[in-house]
Nanobody
């Protein structure tokens, strides 16, 4: 059972940056996909992007393209979400998630493992 532990949330002013980290409790196969989601109050959980441990990334939300970057450090079993030029509308709880398979997915239902969530609040 893979456990995911997130860190790095907090409060930041608009235009600022934050980096979230997600550490996996064990090494997984290179086809294991890690994703970042976020959920704002009264909104559905949306996928920001996903990445396989073998590399490559896909971003799904137009509103974060050019501002958010997903990266990984395989040796540390860690996936990062670097968030720049933050806006108040980025305020949400951010989750990392994992799934085993040959491809990533934008659907939360396809992920078996979830981090505890990290609150990100962007003030105007």
């Amino acid at each position: 059972q893979v456990q995911l532990v997130e860190s790095g949330g907090g409060v930041v002013q608009a235009g600022g940056s934050l980096r979230l980290s997600c550490v996996a409790s064990e090494h997984t196969s290179r086809t294991f996909y890690m994703a970042w989601f976020r959920q704002a109050p009264e909104k559905e959980r949306e996928c920001l992007g996903f990445m396989a441990w073998s590399g490559g990334s896909t971003y799904n939300t137009d509103s974060v393209k050019g501002r958010f970057t997903i990266s990984r450090d395989n040796a540390k079993r860690t996936v990062y979400l670097q968030m720049n030029s933050l806006k108040p509308e980025d305020t949400a709880v951010y989750y990392c998630a994992g799934r085993a398979g040959l491809y990533g997915s934008r659907s939360p239902a396809d992920y078996d493992y979830w981090g505890q969530g990290a609150q990100v609040t962007v003030s105007s």
